[in-house]
């Protein structure tokens, strides 16, 4: 499943193909991905011009001259093909610059979504409404966390999850920080001193940059001819190595928990 680190890299790579170009060609292949895909899609992006792509939590971010901006979303399986040699069955959006390249929306599963919305109400869009500050933004501090954690019983791994309390991060990247941080995943959210809370912040920056850079250093492969975007492997620390050894020495476990697997070492994520 992309996370945020292949969502930012896939907007990057699609940065360089789109951005400041005029779309001559917009075709939605089905009418439905995991919902509707908006029926006037078609008509509103042909002809328009890309002024600007970015991303909100695991949101990619199209906007338009015509004051829209397409929001696209990978679900499990989804990835942007760039000049595809042919069209398949799982091609469900393609696009066309005036350049004469082609970007193909692949999605075998169709858990993703394609949206259209005006740019001036995109903070009103379901998704982004309750949405907390975004892991790499300067919103998202020490002060922040602390206080969006005050008084909570919840186990600081849920909380870190909860897209209400910080966008974007996913079990991968939760696991990742927490054990950076070496903080226990159980712990109570409220109960995490503040010099732990600093490292955590940290943490969630450096596991997720670190992805990003790994994912754009790749980023030339991904935009050869027939290339797809979204996806690329990593070394974790703890993330799926039940067993193996931890940077400290000590051995990593996992632990099943509301259908997620938890990974961490015992030895160092006590506080
Ligand atoms: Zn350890």
Redesign the pocket.
Known sequence: MPELPEVETTVRGLRQVLDGQLLTHVEPRRADLRRAIPPDLRQRLTGARVTGLGRRAKYGLIETDRGDTLIFHLGMSGRWRIDPDSIGAHDHLLIDTEEGRRLALNDPRRFGSVDLVRTDSLAAYPAFVAMGPEPLGETFSADYLLAALAGRSAPIKALLLDQRIVAGLGNIYVCEAL?MAGIAPGRAGGRVARPRIERLVESIRVVLLAAIEAGGSTLRDYARPSGELGYFSKQWRVYGREGET?????TIRRRADSGRSTFF?P???RS
């Open positions: 054990n931890c940077p400290c020495g000590g070492c030895r160092c994520q």
